[in-house]
């Protein structure tokens, strides 16, 4: 018997997968689906002050070797979310409130008030590709620094930052994270990406650009996770591309504690938060690891 | 490339159906069932979903002029290019002999698949149609090949004068039907849903919420616990009973939950 359950900090998994932001976390009903379905974790869309309708359609497309997607942080705005949240709870896993702004000052009152509704754990979304505002604040230190601080100060459950990997160098942005209090950063967020229709002439997306995840992107995620565990000492979530046991597996010899999975329920459907867990185990007791503690980090020794 | 992939059709034919609604026609090979839809994206405007109305070597689907995308659409003309992917959703069960068909509005392009393909097996199949008043008729001729057809019109000018429900009920206060499928406006649904469950027929119905990406991901289309893109655009009655949402609220584009 091999040992897959974790932490990522003070927040106790039961399994290494968790469900990434914005994948089906408009509504309470499909976190609690998502939870029953083997997720240790549910993270929820990320919600902002003010309900936002997104960017014009298409705004989710099937590529070659991946998905594009420009929803634009469509959201029902942080008042009308404490019910869905109440409903995710009802899981027996952790719910992550992921919450985004467009200035720095709104970020501590946001995640407020999603502890308030009951969130185990907040997620800071600094990355989105395709939304205004957030651009900036994704490749900024002082920014990622300020907002973590922020948060930090406004709740006492953990605060985790999530980074984007259209920036310079991502280490050194997590470092940003540590240094202001950050409990653990999550790598990666969408890769800026865009797509033109050739026979119509027009880029596929409504917002002509917007963010690749999926298969596509794992090797970009893996690079990220890599350069941040040697950077900083928080725990670290992998995300990108994760849609089966040796996805995850890469991500945690990386230097993640966890993955988490987006992209993959397309590939595999919901039963991919199981499936991947079962891999993982395979693989493990293939190759005589007995606990997944045992695997963090050690593409590094 | 698989058809699921954004890709572009060109227009082969395009019909006027009613004052309001066209049929765009456009020749693809993939396979597809009764009940399924696609993506139809108006390249410079939005995508929308829409049923396949016919399938075959000709794929058609039938919109109805209601806001911008579909304005936009019904100026498209034959050798003009859509962008399309799908099909996506479930199917509807046609494994019964004796069908009831009761379509609401442009409903009817979600089901007139499912009656052809009944039709072509040998079952019966009888179509409740109804339409505000009598310009709004679409697909009737067709409809016609399939079986016998009943109308019903809100202002009475032909037909049934009053709701398709009524009309549905009293065909099957006359007639035994082994199972109903339905589509339009959903309260029409619910009343239907309700009739079925108190005598005991099967009943299918087709539903509608905002979509965006039609594969599952995104949650635009919940409808309680279900995704609509995904785990329908059919249900079975006995799905339906008991949801917070059905007949209730639906979804906005923020994704709020409000009442219908
Ligand atoms: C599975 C499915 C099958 C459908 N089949 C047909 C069909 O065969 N024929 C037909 O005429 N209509 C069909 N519809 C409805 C059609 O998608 C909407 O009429 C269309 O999206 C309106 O877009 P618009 O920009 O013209 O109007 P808008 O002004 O944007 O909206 C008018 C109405 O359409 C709804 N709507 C807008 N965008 C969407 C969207 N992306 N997804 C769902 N609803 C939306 C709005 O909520 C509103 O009630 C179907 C819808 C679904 C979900
Ligand atoms: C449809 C869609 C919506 C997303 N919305 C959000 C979001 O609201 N907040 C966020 O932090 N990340 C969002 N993301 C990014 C994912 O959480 C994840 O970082 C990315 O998709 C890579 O993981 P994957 O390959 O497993 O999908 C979204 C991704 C997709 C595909
Ligand atoms: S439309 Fe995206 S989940 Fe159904």
């Not at chain 2, 059709?9 to 456009?26: N, Q, R, Y």
Request: include cysteine; charge should be negative.
């Amino acid at each position: 018997m091999v040992e897959i359950s974790t932490t990522v900090g003070r927040l106790k998994l039961q399994n290494p997968t968790m469900l990434a932001s914005g994948i089906l976390g408009d509504s309470g009903d499909s976190l609690l689906r998502v939870a029953r379905s083997g997720a240790g974790a549910v993270v929820t869309k990320s919600i902002g002050r003010e309900p936002r309708e997104g960017n014009p359609s298409p705004s989710l497309v099937e590529l070659e070797h991946g998905l594009l997607n420009g929803i634009g942080l469509a959201n029902p705005g942080i008042d009308n979310y404490r019910a869905e949240v109440e409903v995710a709870l009802q899981g027996d896993v952790p719910v992550i409130g992921s919450v985004f702004a467009e200035d720095v000052e709104f970020y501590g009152p946001l995640a407020r008030t999603m502890e308030v509704y009951g969130v185990q754990a907040l997620e800071l979304n600094l990355s989105c590709p395709h939304a205004e505002g957030l651009e900036e604040i994704a490749g900024d230190a002082d920014l990622i620094s300020q907002v973590t601080a922020e948060v930090k100060s406004a709740v006492k459950v953990p605060v985790f930052v999530k980074l984007s990997p259209n920036v310079r160098d991502i280490a050194l942005l997590a470092q940003a994270a540590e240094e202001a209090g950050g409990d653990g950063i999550i790598a990666i967020n969408t890769v800026k990406a865009m797509s033109i229709l050739p026979e119509v002439a027009k880029p596929v997306l409504g917002q002509t650009m917007g963010g690749l995840s999926g298969p596509a992107i794992k090797p970009v995620g893996v690079r990220c996770v890599y350069q941040i565990y040697e950077a900083v000492d928080i725990p670290l979530v992998g995300v990108g591309g994760v849609a089966n046991g040796l996805d995850a597996v890469e991500y945690i010899m990386a230097g993640a504690r966890a993955v988490q999975i987006g992209s993959g329920i397309h590939y595999r459907g919901l039963e991919v938060f199981e499936a991947v867990c079962r891999e993982i185990e395979a693989f493990m007791e293939e190759h005589g690891y007995r606990r997944l503690e045992e695997m963090v980090g050690i593409a590094h020794e | 490339m698989p058809t699921s992939r954004l890709h572009s059709v060109i227009l082969d034919k395009v019909m006027e159906e009613a004052s309001h609604t066209k049929s765009f026609s456009f020749r693809e090979e993939f396979p597809v069932r009764p009940g399924q839809f696609i993506m139809v994206w108006i390249p410079g405007v939005e995508e929308v979903p829409m049923a396949l109305s016919q399938l075959g070597p000709v794929k058609a689907i039938t919109a109805k002029n209601v806001g911008s995308s579909t304005e936009a659409l019904h100026k498209f003309k034959e050798g003009d290019r859509i962008g399309v992917r799908g099909p996506y959703g479930n199917s509807f069960d046609l494994s019964q002999e004796h069908y009831l068909v009761a379509a609401g509005g442009t409903g009817i392009a979600s089901v007139i698949a499912a009656s052809e393909a009944l039709a072509e097996a040998g079952k019966k199949v009888v179509t409740v149609f109804g339409a505000k008043t009598k310009e709004d008729l679409i697909l009737l001729e067709r409809s016609r090949k399939y079986g016998e057809v009943f109308i019903a019109t809100d202002d009475g000018s032909v037909g049934y004068h009053g709701v398709v429900s009524d009309l549905a009920l009293k065909l099957m206060e006359d007639r035994r039907f082994d199972g109903v499928l339905a589509c339009g406006p959903e309260k029409m649904l619910q009343t239907l849903e309700g009739i079925c469950r108190q005598r005991d027929v099967e009943i299918q119905v087709s539903m509608e919420r905002f979509m965006r990406c039609g594969i599952g991901l995104c949650g635009s289309c919940s409808l309680d616990h279900y995704l609509v893109c995904r785990d329908g655009p059919i249900f079975k009655g006995e799905q339906l009973v008991g949801l917070r949402d059905f007949g209730h609220y639906r979804r906005d584009r923020a994704g709020r939950r409000v009442p219908m």
